[in-house]
């Protein structure tokens, strides 16, 4: 893979959430929203159902039931 190709790659398929006070997930979004927002920003999907379809996807490949897309990411 080339260096163009792996910035490419990183760009599109590896992320980091940052989970510092200026850098973390919005408490008050959901964690659909949260994910629909960055895979529409980083053009991986084109629309807001394909965005909406893989937001469930990626949380069943971590175990996760896709009705966590509708909690918010900070629970006090």
Do not use: C
Not at 20 to 33: F, H, I, Q
Not at 42 to 68: C, F, H, N, R, W
């Amino acid at each position: 893979m080339s260096e163009r190709e792996l910035g490419e790659y990183r760009w599109r398929r590896a992320a980091m959430i940052f989970q510092t006070a200026m850098n973390s997930l919005d408490p008050v979004s959901t964690v659909g929203r949260s994910f629909r927002r960055l895979l529409l920003d980083k053009q991986i999907v084109k629309s807001g159902s394909e965005a909406q379809t893989m937001v469930g996807e990626l949380l069943d490949m971590v175990g996760l039931t896709p009705l966590v897309a509708d909690h918010v990411s900070f629970r006090a």
